[in-house]
């Protein structure tokens, strides 16, 4: 796991509040989707499966992102990117999503959706859904083999609230910040 050292992590959260801050989402929800993507390590080349970086790109997700982005970026430079670097394409894909696909990302599990499943956006709290691929399993409705929005949203508040803690010591290189606002509404 990465710690902050040197100048891994300058900026980070700067950057980060500005990216929720143009894109209108919740800093909060977007720091919360990033931890659960990245174990709480923040590192982009953190892998459980083939996929890498904050928001767990797969080779498919790139060759996607690459047609419809033109960043001509491959998924082992994405890995070997710093963190503050890879935010800016985490805005890009973010910003595809919420124009292309008109997907409202103010909601912490859409934001997350639209990360690892944007079909899943739009569907009712309580639809089941299966994602193409294993997924962590604390994102399955205990029991099952599938997910609902609702369930996500669950999974992923779980998550924000870890990261407020100020005790938390496996994030501390990013985590805590400030308590926004927005908060106040989970």
């Not at 894109?23 to 919360?32: H, K, T």
């Not at 299966?130 to 998550?159: C, F, H, N, S, W």
Request: charged share 25%; proline share 5%.
């Amino acid at each position: 796991m990465i710690k902050r050292k040197g100048e891994r992590y300058k900026g980070f959260r700067t950057k980060a509040k500005q990216i929720a801050r143009d894109l209108g989402i919740s800093l909060s929800n977007l720091m919360a989707v990033m931890s659960f993507e990245t174990n709480r390590t923040f590192d982009t080349g953190w892998s459980a499966s083939r996929a890498v970086g904050l928001i767990q790109w797969t080779p498919i997700a790139v060759e996607e992102m690459n047609k419809t982005l033109n960043p001509d970026v491959t998924l082992d430079e994405l890995a070997a990117m710093s963190p503050l670097r890879q935010l800016s394409y985490v805005k890009k894909y973010l910003k595809h999503q919420q124009k292309t696909l008109k997907n409202d990302l103010t909601k912490i599990e859409n934001l997350y959706l639209s990360v690892l499943w944007p079909k899943a956006v739009g569907l009712p709290a309580n639809k089941p859904f299966r994602p193409i691929g294993r997924q962590a399993d604390a994102l399955y409705v205990p029991g099952t083999t599938y997910m609902t929005r609702a369930r996500v949203r669950k999974v992923l508040l779980a998550e924000l609230r870890e990261g407020l803690k100020r005790k938390n010591t496996t994030t501390h290189c990013i985590w805590p910040w400030e308590v926004v606002p927005d908060l106040l509404a989970i």
